[in-house]
């Protein structure tokens, strides 16, 4: 009996042994296939897939759009209008395969239509301007004054002078703010072998920040030479690059990533949380240095539109949160590029802080972290607009708003057409509007549940349509 019952305790032991060995399996095979449904329903899973490629779509018509196009690229942006609608219609009909297709398809097409556009790959645009500005053409010996929308080429020398700022923007959809005291030759507007589009520029004195857009791809170039530094920034990048009198040049990576290379070695920056600086010179990597990320904007936002009744009497609020120290730097203008303030440059401790007597228009404001000039930056403008609200309308009529809106998950595609010259905003926030009145947005919902959407089409005259509407938005 006593024998009996010894072998009865060994194989229970064996079989715990056993049941701890299945249990890992288990574990490890529902992982993977947690792990794997997750990734489908990410990146696999057809309605993101179609979500992305008909957000990829609108961007890219937005930059064509946006260009000073030829009539034959005028029409084929209009055959996409059409084409995206189509997609939207499948999408919205929960043929996700089909919508992912048809807007794929409209991708590819476009970006053959970028590089094919004489106009988006050989010019760029001086889209705004403060102070003295002069430029040079390539076929031209001597400066001149420039003014806003000036056409620009390969050879053109764009020269600021000391309290000045240009802007830039360039055929691959990116900005440039040329910084006092700077001078940039624009060196190529081309296309690269691939098909995409090529644009390089020399900063032979002073400073130059680029914001690239997030549809630049991997046959896309974007280049910066500075001396014996040249940096390539990646999609969805905001790097600042900086030359002084020696010829050291200071790469300084606010957002996204950047390739530099110096002295015949190559180096991939990543902003990271804070931002990274990378000084250069003709003998390479000379030093690296975490920079203080300033705080993040919340109220007003960008193109965010406030209606006040009294706006010169009416105090309006700037808050903000977070940073790298406990007091900050506050900038406000009525100019884009800041090169005159409204109330000074003034050091706020806190998180906010209250400006009185500004009318109606609009406006740009900025923050930074208080710090040394080299590690501190500013935060990405925010544009705002104060709009006075009449008790009766000076010249009364209807406006026109028709809106579409396709769910799309975590969020709702907004399409819709006003009475051209009307200012149209999606739950407060100033969206584009075409010249023939129509309009667009993705609204993207940042909570579970219920979510309203207000569309409301405006002009200066106090008049007004609105529609709304409640959506539920559901996780993927």
């Known amino acids: 009996m006593a024998a009996a019952r010894r072998r009865d305790i060994d194989w ?76 939207r219609s499948q999408y919205a009909a929960q043929k996700y395969q089909q919508a992912y297709a048809t807007a794929n398809d409209l991708v590819e097409s476009l970006k053959d239509l970028e590089s094919q556009s004489s106009t988006s790959q050989k010019l760029a645009v001086l889209v705004s301007l403060e102070g003295s500005v002069e430029v040079k053409k390539s076929s031209q010996h001597l400066f001149s004054g420039a003014k806003e929308n000036d056409i620009l080429e390969d050879g053109d020398i764009v020269k600021t002078s000391k309290s000045s700022y240009a802007r830039v923007k360039y055929p691959n959809g990116q900005f440039q703010t040329i910084a006092p005291d700077s001078l940039v030759v624009i060196q190529a507007l081309s296309t690269t072998p691939q098909g995409g589009s090529r644009v390089e520029v020399a900063l032979k004195q002073g400073k130059v920040e680029t914001t690239t857009p997030d549809t630049l791809s991997a046959k896309d170039e974007s280049v910066i030479a500075a001396g014996d530094t040249r940096v390539r920034p990646s999609a969805s990048t905001r790097v600042s690059v900086g030359q002084d009198e020696r010829g050291t040049t200071t790469t300084s990576v606010f957002e996204g990533a950047s390739q530099i290379e110096a002295a015949g070695k190559t180096q991939m920056v990543s902003a990271g949380a804070t931002g990274v ?17 300033p705080p993040t904007i919340t109220s007003p ?14 105090p309006i609020s700037f808050e903000w949160s977070g940073g790298a120290s406990p007091s900050v730097i506050f900038q406000l203008s009525a100019k884009p590029l800041f090169s005159t303030l409204l109330t000074g440059e003034q050091r706020v401790t806190g998180n906010r802080i209250e400006v009185d007597g500004l009318p109606a228009g609009t406006y740009y404001w900025r923050l930074r972290s208080q710090g040394p000039e080299d590690k501190a930056y500013w935060s990405p403008t925010n544009r705002f607009r104060i709009l006075q ?51 667009s947005k993705i609204e993207l919902f940042s909570d579970k549940g219920t979510q309203p959407v207000q569309v409301r089409a405006f002009d200066e005259e106090g008049n007004e349509a609105i529609w709304r509407k409640i959506f539920q938005s559901a996780s993927y």
């Open 12 to 87: 229970v032991v064996i079989k715990y042994k056993d049941v701890l060995t299945i249990l890992a399996l288990v574990l490890i095979i529902g992982g993977g296939l947690g792990g794997g449904y997750v990734y489908w329903r990410h990146s696999s899973n057809p309605q993101v897939k179609a979500e992305r490629a008909i957000a990829k779509a609108a961007r890219l018509i937005d930059v064509l759009s946006g260009s000073e196009a030829s009539g034959s690229v005028g029409q084929a942006v209009s055959q996409a209008r059409a084409t995206l609608d189509q997609a």
């Open 277 to 293: 600086s990378v000084i250069t010179s003709s003998l390479g990597f000379m030093g690296t240095n975490n920079l203080m990320a």
């Open 301 to 314: 936002r960008d193109q965010q539109v406030l209606r006040v009744d009294n706006p010169a009497k009416t």
């Open 389 to 439: 609200v009449y008790q009766k309308a000076r010249v009364v009529r209807n406006l026109k708003l028709d809106v579409q809106a396709t769910p799309i998950g975590d969020g709702v595609i907004i399409q819709g057409k006003t009475d051209p010259g009307v200012s149209v905003s999606v739950n407060d926030i100033e969206v584009p509007v075409s010249a023939d009145g129509s309009f």
